[in-house]
């Protein structure tokens, strides 16, 4: 099953995120990594790094994430971590990770999520 990774500045929004799937995915493999080591406001590099090290399986991994640092020090992690199965996505974070974690239950291929995830900011809200 691929894993999915949630990367907030906010260490309660990124676990909110996480519980909020487990709603309607409770057996997908979903990782929150929000706030700063300290438990502040921010972005950890180790905090990302341990949360896709933990969801990682020969599916891969797809990484979720609010904004500005978030994407940065994602960036720095995926290239620290060296694997072409961890992946980031551009999508709205908190639909992205509905669908991301549904999808990865249902047991859909990294690539066919990635497409879907595509499409999630297209959705009209009315």
Partial sequence: MVGIVIVSHSKNLAESIVEYTGLMAGDAHVAAAGGTDDGTFGTSFQK????????????????????????????????????????????????????????????????????????VGQTPKF
Avoid: F, H, W
């Fill in 48 to 119: 990302i790094y341990n949360a896709i090290e933990s969801v990682d399986s020969p599916e891969g991994v797809l990484v979720l994430m609010d904004m500005g640092s978030a994407v940065m020090t994602t960036e720095m992690v995926l290239e620290a971590y060296g694997s072409d199965k961890v992946e980031m996505v551009d999508c709205p974070i908190v639909e992205g990770a509905v669908v991301a974690t549904i999808n990865a239950q249902a047991g859909m291929s990294r690539a066919d999520i990635i497409e879907a995830l595509q499409e």
